[in-house]
């Protein structure tokens, strides 16, 4: 070979690795599989960029967390502890469950503090995640890294002909962006200078030519990911908020909302090992008032991907994992009921609105939702159990909102008066609600009435809701009036404990709402949501001691007290 060849070869390998040098590998979230979840929520540090290690916090690692794997009708048991140095919670967002399990702003985890939420999973097979929702620091929490995803299992999407080999060819995309400090620390800012996916700078990742599914998640604080590929191909929508749609949708661009979420099929099919494509945010074309169309060049929302054009993701392909492989959309999904309008018991009515000339706000304007600020304890709605509602969202604020609510799925109606687009038209429980536009859904509000906590209704940027852009309603039943001191009586055994605590009472057990184990300091150390009857209450990892166990029942505003001891 002479010298002329060499030469060629050898820059050809220096141009592949600097090119290579540019990205690095995608992480993929472990996952859990299974009933009973444990999540250690904690403060840590992570090497996001070169140099000094950036503060971070995790669930049972160092950014993000685990992806939970959970089937349709399982009951569901999650263990979560909190050793963050910070109070926090842990909601489920999507989850149609009790809203005393939901993990919104009233259901508070002190520091060194178990919770044990369960419920049965109602919701269909579906991407879904969960995230810290603690009111005013959750744009914090959020931007340190933690939460994780849900994947929701039925036996009518196991039916599909659809890429399930969960890191292979079904890639859960969670997007993101941060800017940085001199020291490589993360701003809490609302929109970021870099793009983020999985936790990744530049994130590159190999996939086989063949069909792909992509589970996407928008959980950016503030900005909007316009969605496509870089040589403009088309793409499947198969599945929105809250599980499959009926039919695919063939799209080149999708806007993807903070909090949303959107199932993809993108067929590679035909292309070669060693070919490229990138996954990116064709944000250069949207309007000023879209999060992430702006284009600041200064102040608290200036970003250096504002209005711009950026890569999510760098694609290299590879073969296909084999000649059977699926090459083909399935042209149907499921069939999905949705509620129909002329069974609306109401119609509930709500404006998203601008204002002006209050404190504590980043913004020129505070966004408010029916011109009033979130306020602990006042509640705006209440629906009763079974109802079948429209809500009626309009927007008088200059400035587009995700509008996301607690507790259910919806379907939408009309977007100005017209049937929503095919990729919209599914189960939702986030929807853009852009400048001038009225948006209509209906729900059903079943299944889960509680008196004393509420589920909530927000912009899902998290700075709005954090600045008091959110409401609560309470669904209730004819039962669940709140009443004065109870008359009941609670016992342990055995008392002293040394693993396992067991609970008895002189009232029906369905009856208990929450109980609660506290220090003689008044330290909260475990936190039990509607435990079950005759289940014992694991005490392993209390240290030896006096503790106070408080049991709420239904329907009462003060606790039964008992002491016991942990030997």
Known sequence: MNSKKLILIGLGLFLTNLISAQYNNLWIPDTLSGKSFNLVIKDTFSQIVKGQQTITAGINGKFWGPTLIIQKHDTVRMNVLNKLNDTTTLHWHGMHLPAVM?????????????????WKMKNQAGTYW??????????????????GLIIVRDSAEAALKLP???????????????????????????????????????????????????????????????????????????????????????????????????????????????????????????????????????????????????NLLHINIINALSANEIKTVPTTLVSNIYPKAADAKVTRYLSMNDSTGLTGILGPNAFIINHKLFKYGFNNYTVPLNNTEIWQIKSTSGFAHPFHIHDVEFNILTINGVAPPAEQAGWKDVILVKPNTTVRFIAKFDDFADANHPFMY??????????????????????????KTPTGTVSIFPNPANDRLYLSANFNWNEVYYVKITKPNGATVMMLPQPEEGKAIDITNLKTGLYFLSVIQKGFSQPIVVKFVKE
């Not at 939901?102 to 369960?118: A, S, V």
């Not at 969960?130 to 939460?147: C, N």
């Not at 912009?459 to 009443?483: A, K």
């Open 102 to 118: 939901d993990g919104g702003p009233y259901q508070l985890i002190p520091p060194n503090t178990t919770w044990r939420p369960y």
């Open 130 to 147: 969960f995230h810290p929702h603690l009111h005013e620091m959750t744009m914090d929490q959020i931007t340190k890294g933690i939460g």
């Open 164 to 310: 399930r080999k969960y890191g292979i060819d079904d890639i859960p995309l969670v997007l993101s962006d941060r800017s940085f400090t001199t020291a490589n620390q993360f701003k809490s800012v609302p929109y970021g200078d870099s793009a983020m996916t999985n936790g990744v700078l530049r994130a590159q990742f190999s996939l086989p030519a063949q069909m792909v599914r992509f589970r996407i998640l928008n959980a950016a604080i503030e900005r909007s990911f316009n969605i496509g590929f870089s040589d403009n191909r088309d793409f499947y929508v198969i599945g929105s908020d809250g599980g499959l749609l009926s039919t695919p949708t063939t799209l080149k661009r999708f806007l993807l909302s903070a909090g949303e979420r959107v199932e993809i099929l993108v067929n590679l099919t035909g292309m070669t090992a060693g070919q490229i494509l990138d996954f990116k945010a064709f944000n250069s074309t949207l309007a000023n008032n879209i999060p992430g169309g702006e284009n600041f060049p200064n102040g608290p929302f200036a970003s250096a991907i504002g209005k711009k054009d950026f």
């Open 458 to 483: 927000h912009c899902h940027i998290s700075l709005h809701e954090d600045e008091g852009m959110m409401g609560q309603f309470l669904v209730t039943d004819n039962q669940s009036e709140i009443q």
